[in-house]
């Protein structure tokens, strides 16, 4: 299947069109020698500042964009695209715009909050890229629901064998009762267990032999079809904990570019107020 | 002695209720016989189900109100007219009608006996409900239609059958009961595909229990007996539904004498101008000769009264026939018998017959060089010429054309299998046309013999000559056809096997077919499709060679074939052609020599045939690789299409980094248009099965399409409704739940919404040739 992504959107057009502006920029900004040094108050120094606000100002508006469903003449991925070479072109196109004057105060913070913004956005892209190969059920056309409810039905199946054959056999022995309590857990899904990196590991051979020799002959079978469940249980588990855990990331990045994007704005206003009267 | 009528109705349907009316009117001696309720079809719709009175311009003529309103306000008018005209109304089931003399003997199953000089037959064809035949059928807890599955809550149910309405009903109502479902067989084979798998997974999850191989011994208030495989078993339940199909009412129309024209199911009896059957003095309205709509049956019931009664009657139709035909010059009548006397195709139609048809098409004037279709359109109307004349391009050369005159036909490919128009066609002169909808000419070929033999005899010749034979002698060409026969599969036949011993050639009418050769393994792979228009085997007919590829049907398929002998022999008597053909046939072999598959490709290719995409026009397709899950298509899609989103994005079949969720493919032969009542499914010219404003919400597309893609359902409101919020729901929606399903953004110049508003362009919207191009060589692509 072709793989064309939104970074490499038309043969990456958007990042070869930042990559030019970024160098003329560059050459324009080495050629000026203004009258008391480079620094955001000169010609270059507005002109710069006024394209990274309209640039923050599209970045922004990618927000609208992606809800703008009739929109006939451009497609999202595309957008996406320049979303992103712009917003990293955007690190660059401030220093130029400041002549690389940063300190303690409230124009270096709208700078700060526009990296972390960015920053934040660029770990989104990595997850973007990462996370189809992480939502697994999607690949079997189901969703995170209906894993969690086969892993539901075969903990159902496991609680059947527990007791006593569906009413008809006599009731499991001891032992039987001691390897399901050692090889059986409770998933219960949490934030907390969705963000750390740790799955069910698939019992060992060691345990499987030991718990299986404790047992009398005429259960032997019936523990070998317990360790079958318990093992799948376990992949089940596994896989739906992989993929929540790369959804409850993406909720937590959303959480974070956004408000950071905003904090950036109001920044960008005080930056923007502030020098235009108190400079 | 038995009560003796002057007509006898049978069926309250409407066509049963506007004869019973105007008899009544008219002061004849009548009865009107229903064995189950009043206008049992209506009745049996949902509660407060809204009911459409289509085609809008045809005007009502009855003693019968009926306007579009809900199902309770039409049934009411219904009992109102009968009450008011004094209709003899009677409860019973007639089981046999026997003819003494010039009267009829009508038998009923309760022991009633009538005699009758006139018979209107007016039943339909929905049949009877299938019964369970044990002790306690009877008992009021027993049912055998669901109007309302709200209206059970907390109760024990159990539904009864393994079809598509059995599994949608036990669905509807496991939400909020405790539903068992009771399946004969092990399996269920004649459910769709989408619900099979639907109800697969609520028996897995433990939502519905289903006893296989069972059926119900006998019925007690409050529980059940089932005989199972386990031996008898005791349900709980306070409500049985059964849903174990119907008897269709054919046998016992057969059993009156009535014939049909062929053994096809979807055959009607036959009727002349007064819809008299081939049995004097029964006659035979609505939809049991094809006329399914309410208003259609009314006027019937009335105009058969009349033409028993001997008055002159002018059609309802008249206004619609003026409105087609008002454009030509001169009178109508007489342009309406200039046509039909024309036209031979259709000189065997009865005059309601022949009017429906022109009331459906529509007639054009045009002049010298006017293209009447374009190559490669995707309309798939129906052609006839009725002064002048027309030219067909032909395939090879633009300016070769063969010329139709008055009396013939065109456009019979796209009618029968579904693909674009393979020629442009060109008005050579000063011509009137007549263009007919699809489903008219294809429900005319289920029922009238000699207009399918007609379109088949043209269509093999016209089929051979632009698919294989294009420069071949006509004569030869028509000796071909005499010998050419039919030859259906269905999905996963083979056509033939690699090493078999060539016998036939086939030509593809419809569907298409995969080519699969065994690789050093012995595993065959699968190498590539071909559409419908294409020919296989031709090898067989030269060499004696054994077949080198497997052919196997991935949708069901017609074909014509040849067999060897008789093309040889032609071939023989022919030396010119036979010439041509070898040349032709010795290009194909060494086309056909292409290098082997490897595995991925070919197992790809082999999931997306076996899930039909090859008769699929426009496919939704997801790259799995790409899909972050983010749902912006579905959102896309309710946003423009009022709040609704007809693609699940979820849902559907995927294979590697392939997936096909449920969205409308527009397929080649769309099944969903084959029984629609209003005909309110179109294809567009581009290719697109839309659904139209005149969707009376019947249902029929969404349980005919094998994929799943259509629903019912109501427009939500525009806009965030605050009430809401604070549990205030608006009122339920006025109007019907309408058919919706993907229409391609049709009204969006830039195309499909949901492929646009994907932000890692993992959507495409592809048609299969593209798709293969994907899968098979694996090329880049830059959609959006």
Known sequence: MARETFLSYRSYVWFWLCFFALLAMTVVYLLDDPIGGKNGGTIVGYTYGGIATAGILFLMWYGIRKRAYFSARTTLKGILSAHVWIGIALIFVVPLHSGFSFGINVHTLAYVLMLLTIFSGIWGVAMYQRLPYEIQSQRGGGTLKVLMEQVRSISADINRMAASDGGKGAPKSD?????????????????????????????????????????????????????????????????????????????????????????????????????FFYW | MAEHFEIAVIGSGPGGLGAATNAAKHGLSHVLIEKAELANTIYDYQLRKLVMAEPRRLPLRSHVPFEEGSREEVLAGFQKAVEETGVNYLKAEVNKVTREGDTFLIGCTNGQQFTAKHIVLGIGTMGTPRKLGVPGEDLPHVAYTLADPDAFNGMDIIVVGAGDSAIENALGLADKNSVSLLNRSGEFPRAKDANRAKILEAIDSGKVRCFYNAAIARVEPER????????????????????????????????????????????????????????????????????????????????????????????????????????????????????????????????????????????????????????????????????????????????????????????????????????????????????????????????????????????????????????????????????????????????????????????????????????????????????????????????????????????????????????????????????????????????????????????ALNFVLSEGVSDADNVLLINSDLCIGCDNCEKACAATHKGYSRLDRKGGKSFAAIQLPISCRHCENPLCMLDCPPDALERKADGEVVIKENCIGCGNCVTNCPYGVIQLVYDKPHGFDLLSLFGKKKKKEKGPAKAAKCDLCEKLESGPACVRSCPTGALLRVNPTDMMRLLINREETSIG
């Open chain 1, 175 to 275: 032992a039987f009762l001691r390897m399901l309590q050692q090889l059986d857990f409770v998933y219960q899904p949490s934030l907390w267990r969705s963000l750390r990196r740790k799955n069910p590991e698939p019992i060992e051979r060691r345990s499987m032999a030991d718990s299986l020799s404790s047992l009398p002959i005429e259960e032997q079978e019936d523990g070998l079809k317990l360790i079958g469940l318990l093992n799948k249980k376990r992949e089940l588990v596994g896989r739906a904990q992989e993929e929540a855990r790369a959804l409850t990331w993406v909720r937590i990045w959303l959480y974070l570019h956004l408000p950071v994007s905003f904090g950036l704005i109001a920044a960008l206003a005080v930056h923007i107020f502030s020098v």
């Open chain 2, 224 to 603: 059940a007996f089932l005989s199972t495989p386990d031996g008898e078993v005791e349900v709980r339940c306070n409500h049985i539904i059964v849903r174990a199909g119907s008897i269709p009412p054919r046998k016992f129309v057969e059993g009156m004498g009535i014939k049909f024209p062929s053994s096809d199911l979807n055959s009607f009896p036959s009727v002349n101008d007064r819809y008299e059957s081939n049995v004097p003095n029964i006659f035979i309205i609505g939809g049991l000769i094809g006329y399914p709509l309410i208003k259609q049956a009314i006027n019937q019931g009335y105009e058969v009264v009349e033409h028993i009664l001997g008055n002159a009657v002018e059609p309802a139709d008249q206004v619609i026939i003026e409105e087609v035909l008002g454009h030509l010059p001169g009178d109508v009548n007489a342009n309406l018998e200039m046509i039909r006397k024309k036209l031979r195709l259709f000189s065997e139609l009865s005059k309601p017959q022949f009017r429906e048809l022109i009331g459906d098409s529509k007639v054009h004037v045009v002049e010298q060089g006017d293209v009447v279709f374009e190559k490669n359109d995707y309309t798939d109307t129906f052609w006839n010429v009725v002064t002048g004349s027309v030219g067909v391009e032909m395939p090879d050369d633009p300016n070769k054309m063969f010329k139709l005159g008055p009396g013939n036909f065109f456009g019979e490919m796209g009618l029968i299998s579904g693909r674009r128009r393979t020629a442009t066609v060109r008005a050579l002169e000063k011509s009137i046309l007549i263009e007919t909808k699809r489903n008219q000419i294809l429900k005319l070929m289920s029922s009238v013999p000699s207009v399918k033999d007609a379109v088949d005899q043209v269509f093999f010749l016209r089929a051979l000559k632009t698919s294989i034979f294009p420069d071949a002698d006509p004569i030869f060409l028509a000796e071909l056809t005499q010998r050419a026969e039919r030859a259906n599969f269905q999905k996963g036949d083979a056509l033939f096997a690699e090493g078999d011993q060539g016998d036939y050639l086939y030509i593809i009418l419809k569907g298409s077919v995969k080519i699969s050769r065994k690789n050093v393994d012995g595993v065959d792979v699968a190498q590539t499709y071909l559409a419908a228009g294409n020919y296989v085997g031709e090898m067989a007919l030269v060499t004696e060679e054994p077949r080198t590829a497997t052919v196997t049907a991935v949708v069901p398929c017609n074909t014509l074939r040849i067999a060897k002998e008789d093309f040889r022999d032609l071939l023989e008597r022919n030396p010119e052609t036979r010439e041509n053909v070898m040349r032709l046939i010795a290009e194909r072999q060494i086309e056909n020599i292409t290098s082997a598959r490897d595995a991925a490709s070919a197992q």
